[in-house]
């Protein structure tokens, strides 16, 4: 049963200097082309699993609002043909750029069945957002969340970075004042991953590239996660926070290591244990499916370790943990027969923490997570 579908939409009017998705310029590219293969791509998928059971849709890039308003309309409406969803009671999130989302596409979102949106602000300094290949400005980002709000929008998520080049705590406690005066329900916030082929990558191998030291990094996600907690909203997974009730559902799937269905150029799914990878390249994209219906470059059947250690460290990246329980009836074992002494030795180092039902990061874990992650994978059996 797969409740949860990801749309890819690889198109942007400028990249920026972090960027590691699929992604390329819009200008001169097939568009019209790429939505009536993705339309396909919807059908046949829809025809071979069923769709019924969706519970979230999330269309992201690239830049979906890169688009113009006629070929949202489009998009909108090819969804609403092949998937069928039930507005009422699917999260449909699409993710926003602050400087290229006009009122009149707004309106087009909302009227379209859209009813969440992820907004890009990544930092409220200008000349940060300078650096990092940004084209917005912060009073876009004020701008749009108004426009948003009127258009009829009552699920915002803000996401924003740290970590960044040049960049300060002092600059960070900075956007997150400014950012909580927009009175979002949802905030996401990621530190600085320097991805290869990238401009950052390119300019780090240079010797070009002025990070944060780790240490301020840990200051900001410190106080990250305090101010967070002061002004009510719940840390659910390690770089999100919402209002009660306010999580995003669609994200919880990955976590939960749930099936999902994904659509578009260079989009991942992963469908009764089996993940995919869709051809990345647009034309091969469309070519495939023209010629061959599916176009995947990618088949795995996902072994039963690798669901397992999948489950680990998906389910530890939020605040709830791993359920032992849940996990025994997934995989019709005990998870401590599985990972008994990889989860004593996180333990031991003050890293992890075990209840009755559950294994979770300490607050020095969440700090660490990737560490502790890198302990579940490729372990023998019983390790």
């Known amino acids: 049963?797969?409740?949860?579908?990801?749309?890819?939409?690889?198109?942007?009017?400028?990249?920026?200097?972090?960027?590691?998705?699929?992604?390329?310029?819009?200008?001169?590219?097939?568009?019209?082309?790429?939505?009536?293969s993705l339309q396909k791509e919807l059908e046949i998928s829809a025809e071979k699993h069923g769709t019924s059971e969706l519970k979230t849709?999330?269309?992201?890039?690239?830049?979906?609002?890169?688009?113009?308003?006629?070929?949202?309309?489009f998009l909108l409406e090819a969804i609403r043909a092949e998937l069928n969803p039930d507005y009422k009671a699917v999260e449909f999130s699409m993710e926003a750029n602050p400087g290229d989302l006009s009122y009149e596409k707004l309106k087009i979102l909302k009227e379209g069945g859209i009813n969440r949106l992820s907004i890009g602000v990544q930092s409220f300094q200008d000349e940060l957002l300078k650096e990092i290949g940004r084209v917005h400005r912060k009073e876009d980002v004020f701008r749009t969340v108004n426009d948003a709000r009127r258009a009829g929008f009552e699920n915002i998520s803000l996401d924003l970075m740290f970590g960044l080049p040049g960049q300060t705590a002092a600059d960070?406690?900075?956007?997150?004042?400014?950012?909580?005066?927009?009175?979002?329900?949802?905030?996401?916030?990621?530190?600085?991953?320097?991805?290869?082929?990238?401009?950052?990558?390119?300019?780090?191998?240079?010797?070009?590239?002025?990070?944060?030291?780790?240490?301020?990094?840990?200051?900001?996600?410190?106080?990250?996660?305090?101010?967070?907690?002061?002004?009510?909203?719940?840390?659910?997974?390690?770089?999100?926070?919402?209002?009660?009730?306010?999580?995003?559902?669609?994200?919880?799937?990955?976590?939960?290591?749930?099936?999902?269905?994904?659509?578009?150029?260079?989009?991942?799914?992963?469908?009764?244990?089996?993940?995919?990878?869709?051809?990345?390249?647009?034309?091969?994209?469309?070519?495939?499916?023209?010629?061959?219906?599916?176009?995947?470059?990618?088949?795995?059947?996902?072994?039963?370790?690798?669901?397992?250690?999948?489950?680990?460290?998906?389910?530890?990246?939020?605040?709830?943990?791993?359920?032992?329980?849940?996990?025994?009836?997934?995989?019709?074992?005990?998870?401590?027969?599985?990972?008994?002494a990889a989860i004593l030795e996180q333990k031991e180092k003050g890293l992890l923490e075990e209840d009755e039902d559950h294994i979770r990061l300490t607050h020095q874990g969440k700090l660490l997570g990737n560490e502790v992650f890198q302990a579940f994978i490729g372990l023998p059996l019983g390790r």
């Open 1 to 36: 049963m797969v409740q949860a579908a990801y749309i890819h939409i690889p198109f942007c009017e400028h990249i920026c200097h972090y960027c590691d998705f699929n992604k390329i310029f819009i200008k001169n590219q097939p568009v019209e082309g790429y939505l009536r």
């Open 57 to 73: 849709i999330f269309i992201g890039g690239g830049t979906p609002t890169a688009l113009n308003e006629k070929q949202l309309e």
């Open 172 to 340: 960070f406690k900075e956007t997150l004042e400014l950012a909580f005066t927009l009175d979002a329900e949802h905030y996401s916030a990621y530190s600085l991953i320097v991805e290869p082929k990238t401009v950052f990558y390119n300019l780090m191998q240079k010797g070009k590239l002025s990070l944060p030291p780790q240490e301020e990094e840990a200051i900001m996600y410190e106080m990250l996660m305090a101010e967070m907690e002061k002004k009510g909203f719940h840390q659910y997974e390690i770089s999100n926070f919402s209002l009660p009730g306010m999580e995003s559902l669609h994200n919880l799937t990955y976590w939960n290591n749930d099936s999902y269905f994904g659509f578009g150029a260079g989009a991942h799914g992963y469908v009764k244990g089996i993940r995919t990878v869709n051809a990345g390249v647009l034309s091969k994209y469309m070519k495939m499916i023209e010629e061959s219906e599916f176009p995947y470059i990618a088949e795995n059947k996902v072994t039963l370790q690798e669901q397992m250690e999948e489950e680990m460290f998906l389910g530890l990246r939020k605040t709830a943990g791993v359920s032992k329980s849940l996990f025994s009836e997934k995989y019709g074992i005990e998870v401590n027969a599985i990972f008994a």
